[in-house]
């Protein structure tokens, strides 16, 4: 035991790492893969409180998601409060696999991370209140970035079933990883991957139950991170 001991220590000195920085960063990466008791409450936010209500992600939402009856392509609507938001959407892919709904994804990153450029664009939330989030944190580049994310995970997600077999904490690492590689640079690399992870899996459960249904309420909680969808009203 002492000579593998002593070879770990030559080993962190070859590398200039100190065991006790090894650990911290370990420590790090567990916490952030796997969460503990009560880590919702050190969860950061993104609403600073100088933020105007009206530049802010509501707490609370419903919106109504539903395809319109005998269109071809199937082309699905999103209303809040009886207004239509964003774009009609279609597939737009040779092969249906139901990207249409794939803004459920953006709701439930902003339900649970609250995080989500795509979903500012959309309530014309965006905190112009401060020059450099609107330019940086909710600008195009980030809205991409999301919209990049989104994609990535839902062709992983097709290869697998649309993850209906994936509990927590059973969320492929590299993916998480390669999230995190993604969003560097931007005020969401601070999440915990198993706080993505709970955006993805949540955000699948909605999308699957829209991929039976054709249509459904999506409602979100902000403060209690959740996202659930049932029939519409």
Same mark, same amino acid.
């Given at each position: 035991?002492?000579?593998?001991?002593?070879?770990?220590?030559?080993?962190?000195?070859?590398? !200039?790492?100190?065991?006790?920085?090894?650990?911290?960063?370990?420590?790090?990466?567990?916490?952030?893969?796997?969460?503990?008791?009560?880590?919702?409450?050190?969860?950061?936010?993104?609403?600073?409180?100088?933020?105007?209500?009206?530049?802010?992600?509501?707490?609370?939402?419903?919106?109504?998601?539903?395809?319109?009856?005998?269109?071809?392509?199937?082309?699905?609507?999103?209303?809040?409060?009886?207004?239509?938001? !964003?774009?009609?959407?279609?597939?737009?892919?040779?092969?249906?696999?139901?990207?249409?709904?794939?803004?459920?994804?953006?709701?439930?990153?902003?339900?649970?991370?609250?995080?989500?450029?795509?979903?500012?664009?959309?309530?014309?939330?965006?905190?112009?209140?401060?020059?450099?989030?609107?330019?940086?944190?909710? !600008?195009?580049?980030?809205?991409?970035?999301?919209?990049?994310?989104?994609?990535?995970?839902?062709?992983?997600?097709?290869?697998?079933?649309?993850?209906?077999?994936?509990?927590?904490?059973?969320?492929?690492?590299?993916?998480?990883?390669?999230?995190?590689?993604?969003?560097?640079?931007?005020?969401?690399?601070?999440?915990?991957?198993?706080?993505?992870?709970?955006?993805?899996?949540? !955000?699948?459960?909605?999308?699957?139950?829209?991929?039976?249904?054709?249509?459904?309420?999506?409602?979100?909680?902000?403060?209690?991170?959740?996202?659930?969808?049932?029939?519409?009203?």
């Amino acid at each position: 035991m002492e000579n593998v001991f002593q070879m770990l220590v030559d080993i962190s000195h070859g590398c !200039g790492v100190t065991l006790s920085s090894a650990l911290i960063k370990n420590v790090e990466k567990i916490s952030s893969r796997w969460p503990q008791d009560g880590m919702d409450g050190e969860l950061i936010e993104f609403e600073a409180s100088e933020t105007p209500s009206f530049e802010m992600l509501p707490s609370k939402m419903e919106i109504e998601i539903f395809e319109i009856e005998g269109k071809a392509p199937p082309t699905v609507i999103q209303r809040i409060n009886g207004i239509n938001i !964003g774009d009609r959407l279609t597939d737009n892919i040779e092969g249906e696999d139901f990207y249409r709904f794939h803004d459920v994804f953006h709701y439930a990153y902003a339900a649970i991370l609250h995080w989500s450029p795509v979903t500012r664009a959309l309530l014309k939330s965006k905190r112009k209140y401060d020059a450099k989030k609107d330019m940086n944190e909710d !600008g195009a580049r980030a809205i991409l970035i999301e919209e990049g994310v989104s994609t990535f995970v839902f062709n992983v997600a097709k290869r697998n079933e649309d993850f209906v077999h994936v509990q927590a904490g059973d969320l492929s690492y590299d993916l998480l990883k390669m999230i995190s590689s993604l969003v560097e640079g931007y005020e969401v690399e601070k999440c915990p991957h198993w706080l993505w992870e709970r955006a993805i899996l949540e !955000g699948f459960k909605v999308f699957r139950y829209l991929k039976e249904h054709r249509a459904g309420l999506v409602v979100i909680n902000g403060p209690a991170r959740t996202i659930d969808i049932g029939p519409r009203s």
